[in-house]
């Protein structure tokens, strides 16, 4: 029999925020013996919410030993190495800061503070105190998103014409939905999509360094009000949709850059989508059809071609590779991206965003903010 190699230890990692995504990351750690190629370990030791009862869903994960509602008292922990915090974004800036200097390195939720000013903050923190930091982005580690982004990176492409880049939900057509923090200003931000979608359309352009130089926005603001849980109303000062029409510089000719952001898409519930075309390639993909990669080629004909991808994630599984990858799957990917980035062993993968991408992503919106608000083209 042959001796396994004594397991390295787990990598302590604390949620703070227990909401929807905090359960993610519970889940994805649950079931991390289903990646077979990932070097590190993580566990998740504890978890923090100001909502006491918010932390009781945890209690089913054996590891978890701190249950916390002040995030003072989860940070002065020892045994905690990382911190996941997924709170609303007017939290963003204090608690990251706080887990900074706390010792801890962070995988921060978009938009990485609530504007430009508070993402700079932060990144500048992060690199006055060396901590590992990176910011949650989870679609580009679709199969279909990295092939994508594979034959966008070769050159391939040609020379490029056009780009769009869009993520897109209904959630909010219902006008009876009553109020949430996402819909106010005061608590998502002034960019409102923008802060809650943007980094999902912006990571990949960014990666690709595609970085607009110039932009025009068209902002929406469909629902003014929205039932406030109590028998009136409030109003709902966010943007719900933004349209931001970009220029990038490629090869020193501009190109047009669609980053497309809505809560209001009618028949549209989580629907990612990136497209490149080029003079000679193409690449489309969306996750309406999750396993469907189209790809353009110019030959005597001009052809768009389907290809039926399968569960063809960075980091390998044991899941067949007929399969299809869903969004679950994506969380751990995303996950075992950071750590192995984290062990300086991702080995070539796709990481996660960066400090830097977030904070130019905010740069993006907040020109838009300035062409919405001037009705002009916004220089970067
Ligand atoms: N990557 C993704 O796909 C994705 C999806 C949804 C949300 N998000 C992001 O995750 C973050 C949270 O969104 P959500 O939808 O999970 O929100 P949520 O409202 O479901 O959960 C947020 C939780 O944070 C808690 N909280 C608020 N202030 C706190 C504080 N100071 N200390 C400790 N806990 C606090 C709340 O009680 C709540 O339980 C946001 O930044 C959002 O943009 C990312």
Redesign the pocket.
């Known amino acids: 029999m042959s001796a396994q190699p004594a397991p390295s230890p787990a990598i302590r990692v604390a949620v703070?925020?227990?909401?929807?995504?905090?359960r993610e990351v519970a889940s994805a750690f649950g079931r991390w013996f289903a990646l077979l190629d990932c070097p590190v370990r993580p566990e998740l030791t504890g978890v923090?919410?100001?909502?006491a009862e918010?932390l009781d869903w945890f209690r089913q994960v054996p590891t978890v030993r701190h249950f916390e509602t002040d995030?003072r008292a989860l940070l002065a922990r020892p045994d905690i190495d990382v911190v996941y915090v997924?709170?609303?974004?007017d939290?963003?800036e204090a608690?990251y800061l706080e887990v900074l200097r706390a010792g801890k390195d962070l995988l921060a939720?978009?938009?990485f503070g609530i504007d430009l000013a508070a993402a700079r903050r932060i990144r500048d923190e992060a690199v006055r105190l060396g901590r590992f930091v990176r910011v949650?982005?989870?679609f580009p580690f679709l199969p279909g998103a990295q092939r994508a982004f594979r034959l966008a990176a070769s050159g391939a492409l040609g020379r490029i014409i056009g780009v769009r880049s869009a993520f897109l939900h209904s959630s909010d057509l219902d006008p009876a939905k009553p109020i949430?923090?996402k819909r106010q200003s005061a608590r998502c931000g002034e960019a409102g999509v923008m802060n809650?979608l943007g980094l999902h359309v912006a990571h990949l352009p960014l990666r690709l360094g595609w970085r607009p130089r110039r932009l025009y926005a068209q902002l929406q603001k469909i629902y003014r009000e929205r039932p406030d849980g109590r028998g009136g109303t409030v109003p709902c000062d966010t943007w719900d949709n933004a349209l931001v029409h970009a220029t990038v510089d490629l090869s020193g000719e501009p190109v047009p850059m669609a980053l497309e952001m809505k809560r209001m898409a009618p028949g549209e519930t989580n629907t990612w989508q990136f497209e490149a075309v080029g003079t000679d390639r193409g690449v489309r993909y969306s996750t309406k059809e999750p396993k469907t990669l189209w790809t353009y080629r110019r030959d005597k004909e001009q052809l768009w071609e389907r290809t039926d991808l399968g569960f063809d994630t960075p980091f390998k599984t044991v899941t067949g590779s007929i399969f299809e990858p869903g969004f679950p799957d994506l969380i751990m990917q995303m996950w075992a991206a950071f750590l192995a980035e984290r062990a300086g062993a991702l080995g070539g993968r796709f990481g996660c965003a960066t400090p830097e991408e977030a904070v130019a992503q905010h740069e993006l919106w907040a020109a838009a903010l300035a062409s919405q608000r001037g009705q002009r083209v916004v220089d970067l």
């Open positions: 703070i925020g227990a909401g929807l995504m905090g923090c919410d100001v909502r918010a995030p997924a709170v609303p974004h939290q963003h608690l939720e978009k938009p949650s982005s989870e949430n923090w809650d």
